[in-house]
């Protein structure tokens, strides 16, 4: 997997104000109804003293922020203006019964194409908290991406000290060249991707990059105050360690979902992940300025730039990073994250399990086209990637609608996608001589409400790595995990199914396996797949199709009129 430079520091001096208002808002129910208008454009931007035009929204970069509430209802115009096409995922939403609204192109919907518009319309429910929007087509959302912030219900508070004030602040890479020339230059010839230029706080890559010292990120704070920091991992390809120097963290959610609070130095959050922190200040401003950190844990066996350079702290404690690929710490830290558990905010997490699925995670190969040298392991191989041994192929027509209008169903998809590895081996020993993969687009089918265990096991396939797995439609608990096989008998007995935490992408260990379970409450075909943009663009990922219940609130409604075409 190609990853970024090494490191990105940002001086950290004091902040900055909260959230602007949406556009318009209009009485609904309980809740209101928040509408925003997304122009997608092209933007001349410069950074690293390198000016290109790049594919934002309204002319922003990151994008603008969507702020809403728990029940409220949210209805997003999307007008496309560029040649590329375009659609918009919002992540971590449930979408319960609103499938046509969760974005991804040519598994939800066809992508909204130029000159033409779509509406999002969709309503909060049960949720809270921080998450994000980007596109979900191609490497698009390499720029086209910002936070969604879901307030508590009026009258409601957190479950923690009410903070004086609340920062989003977003990881990105930046690439000097077109990310669409990127991806689509690796898929012809076969080999990773070139590698990005810089790191990014909000957009920013900061002074220890060339030409970078009035892009950086100042983020200003009062003595003695507690801050809400928003953390949102919208990278593409990294996974980012996060420290701010002379200070701990105190991690009160995951992913918009409660967890019980612990205090750490270091965090580590992954592509498609969000994690709220309280920073508590100093009682009394001290003459310093201070560092906040990033730089990726990396596994796999990609090239990537693991300097690390040092700064000056005028202060009594330096801030510090693991190492570039301390798996030992990363394990550690994603055990500390419990649910809340409390009568208010539950961890319901299901008790029996109707279905069990086992599903190998990894690296592969394809044949190199005839009469091409490619620049795979091999250069008779291309780099690919799977879930089973099956690479996911994206299909021309969107799934939800040929799964709705059955009739236009057949040569779209199949659903005989594998429970098991069909040849069981050593996932995490020496591997196996044939690293082929088997292209297809191929679903899981199973009943409405039906409790699922899935267990993803990460291989040795071209070296082990970490996975963000990313469920779209779901939350689910994360209820083990571990190193090395999956045990199915001494294993489940460990599983903690009393306060696991509620997420909607979990990393899958190198060299090892992750336990979740979840209940499929919410009709429709849902996408899963890897949050490594690489490895999705490769064919790591799958979909879920949940049939409808027999009542009328279990039914997936019908498109709406304007649903795009393909």
Same mark, same amino acid.
């Given at each position: 997997?190609?990853?970024?430079?090494?490191?990105?520091?940002?001086?950290?001096?004091? @902040?900055?104000?909260?959230?602007?208002?949406?556009?318009?808002?209009?009485?609904?129910?309980?809740?209101?109804?928040?509408?925003?208008?997304?122009?997608?454009?092209?933007?001349?931007?410069?950074?690293?003293?390198?000016?290109?035009?790049?594919?934002?929204?309204? #002319?922003?970069?990151?994008? *603008?922020?969507?702020?809403?509430?728990?029940?409220?209802?949210?209805?997003?115009?999307?007008?496309?203006?560029?040649?590329?096409?375009? +659609?918009?995922?919002?992540?971590?939403?449930?979408?319960?019964?609103?499938?046509?609204?969760?974005?991804?192109?040519?598994?939800?919907?066809?992508?909204?194409?130029?000159?033409?518009? &779509? @509406?999002?319309?969709?309503?909060?429910?049960?949720?809270?908290?921080?998450?994000?929007?980007?596109?979900?087509?191609?490497?698009?959302?390499?720029?086209?991406?910002?936070?969604?912030?879901?307030?508590?219900?009026?009258?409601?508070?957190?479950?923690?000290?009410?903070?004086?004030?609340?920062?989003?602040?977003?990881?990105?890479?930046?690439?000097?060249?077109?990310?669409?020339?990127?991806?689509?230059?690796?898929?012809?010839?076969?080999?990773?991707?070139?590698?990005?230029?810089?790191?990014?706080?909000?957009?920013?890559?900061?002074?220890?990059?060339?030409?970078?010292?009035?892009?950086?990120?100042?983020?200003?704070?009062?003595?003695?105050?507690?801050?809400?920091?928003?953390?949102?991992?919208?990278?593409?390809?990294?996974?980012?360690?996060?420290?701010?120097?002379?200070? +701990?963290?105190?991690?009160?959610?995951?992913?918009?979902? &409660?967890?019980?609070?612990?205090?750490?130095?270091?965090?580590?959050?992954?592509?498609?992940?969000?994690?709220?922190?309280?920073?508590?200040?100093?009682?009394?401003?001290?003459?310093?300025?201070?560092?906040?950190?990033?730089?990726?844990?990396?596994?796999?066996?990609?090239?990537?730039?693991?300097?690390?350079?040092?700064?000056?702290?005028?202060?009594?404690?330096?801030?510090?990073?693991?190492?570039?690929?301390?798996?030992?710490?990363?394990?550690?830290?994603?055990?500390?994250?419990? +649910?809340?558990?409390?009568?208010?905010?539950?961890?319901?997490?299901?008790?029996?399990?109707?279905?069990?699925?086992?599903?190998?995670?990894?690296?592969?190969?394809?044949?190199?086209?005839?009469?091409?040298?490619?620049?795979?392991?091999?250069?008779?191989?291309?780099?690919?990637?799977?879930? =089973?041994?099956?690479?996911?192929?994206?299909?021309?027509?969107?799934?939800?609608?040929?799964?709705?209008?059955?009739?236009?169903?057949?040569?779209?998809?199949?659903?005989?996608?594998?429970?098991?590895?069909?040849?069981?081996? =050593?996932?995490?020993?020496?591997?196996?001589?044939?690293?082929?993969?088997?292209?297809?687009?191929?679903?899981?089918?199973?009943?409405?409400?039906?409790?699922?265990?899935?267990?993803?096991?990460?291989? +040795?396939?071209? #070296?082990?790595?970490?996975?963000?797995?990313?469920?779209?439609? &779901?939350?689910? &608990?994360?209820?083990?995990?571990?190193?090395?096989?999956?045990?199915?008998?001494?294993? *489940?007995?460990?599983?903690?199914?009393?306060?696991?935490?509620?997420?909607?992408?979990?990393?899958?260990?190198?060299?090892?396996?992750?336990?979740?379970?979840?209940?499929?409450?919410?009709?429709?075909?849902?996408?899963?797949?890897?949050?490594?943009?690489?490895?999705?663009?490769?064919?790591?990922?799958?979909?879920?199709?949940?049939?409808?219940?027999?009542?009328? =609130?279990?039914?997936?409604?019908? *498109?709406?009129?304007?649903?795009?075409?393909?």
């Amino acid at each position: 997997m190609g990853t970024s430079p090494a490191i990105v520091m940002i001086l950290f001096v004091a @902040v900055g104000c909260f959230m602007a208002y949406p556009e318009a808002v209009t009485a609904k129910h309980t809740g209101i109804t928040r509408h925003y208008t997304f122009n997608i454009k092209l933007k001349n931007t410069t950074r690293l003293c390198h000016t290109k035009s790049i594919v934002t929204v309204n #002319g922003k970069f990151p994008g *603008p922020r969507v702020i809403t509430r728990e029940g409220d209802r949210l209805v997003v115009k999307v007008v496309n203006h560029v040649p590329n096409n375009i +659609s918009i995922h919002w992540h971590g939403v449930r979408q319960l019964r609103s499938g046509w609204a969760d974005g991804p192109s040519y598994i939800m919907q066809c992508p909204v194409q130029t000159g033409h518009s &779509y @509406v999002y319309n969709f309503t909060i429910t049960g949720q809270r908290g921080t998450l994000f929007w980007h596109a979900h087509i191609s490497w698009l959302r390499a720029t086209v991406y910002g936070p969604l912030i879901i307030l508590p219900r009026r009258n409601e508070s957190y479950p923690f000290v009410k903070p004086y004030k609340e920062v989003p602040i977003l990881f990105r890479e930046w690439f000097n060249a077109d990310p669409e020339a990127v991806i689509n230059q690796s898929l012809q010839t076969g080999g990773g991707p070139n590698v990005s230029d810089a790191y990014t706080f909000n957009g920013l890559p900061g002074p220890l990059y060339n030409c970078s010292a009035k892009d950086t990120y100042k983020l200003k704070v009062k003595p003695g105050k507690t801050y809400l920091l928003r953390l949102i991992n919208a990278a593409l390809n990294d996974e980012l360690f996060f420290s701010i120097a002379g200070h +701990s963290l105190t991690v009160v959610e995951a992913d918009a979902v &409660y967890v019980k609070p612990f205090e750490t130095n270091v965090l580590m959050i992954t592509p498609g992940q969000t994690t709220n922190v309280l920073l508590k200040t100093k009682p009394k401003a001290p003459n310093a300025t201070f560092l906040m950190l990033a730089r990726p844990y990396a596994t796999g066996m990609g090239t990537f730039d693991n300097t690390t350079v040092a700064g000056i702290l005028e202060y009594e404690t330096p801030s510090s990073l693991p190492a570039i690929n301390a798996t030992n710490f990363v394990a550690n830290f994603t055990s500390k994250f419990r +649910s809340l558990a409390t009568a208010k905010f539950p961890a319901n997490v299901p008790q029996k399990v109707d279905k069990k699925f086992f599903f190998t995670v990894g690296l592969g190969t394809k044949p190199c086209p005839k009469n091409q040298t490619c620049q795979g392991p091999t250069n008779t191989t291309k780099f690919a990637a799977a879930m =089973n041994n099956i690479s996911f192929a994206l299909p021309r027509t969107a799934l939800l609608q040929s799964h709705f209008f059955s009739q236009y169903s057949k040569g779209v998809y199949t659903t005989d996608f594998p429970a098991f590895p069909l040849i069981p081996f =050593n996932y995490t020993g020496t591997p196996p001589n044939n690293t082929l993969v088997n292209n297809g687009t191929k679903l899981v089918v199973i009943p409405f409400n039906t409790s699922v265990e899935l267990v993803l096991q990460d291989t +040795s396939i071209l #070296g082990a790595e970490s996975h963000p797995l990313h469920l779209h439609g &779901y939350n689910f &608990y994360v209820v083990g995990q571990g190193f090395g096989n999956f045990d199915p008998e001494n294993d *489940p007995p460990k599983f903690n199914l009393v306060d696991p935490v509620e997420r909607n992408t979990v990393v899958v260990p190198s060299g090892g396996w992750v336990a979740i379970r979840f209940q499929a409450d919410n009709p429709g075909v849902w996408l899963m797949h890897c949050h490594f943009d690489v490895h999705q663009s490769w064919g790591l990922g799958m979909a879920w199709m949940v049939l409808d219940g027999e009542l009328p =609130n279990q039914k997936l409604p019908p *498109p709406p009129s304007d649903l795009p075409k393909c």
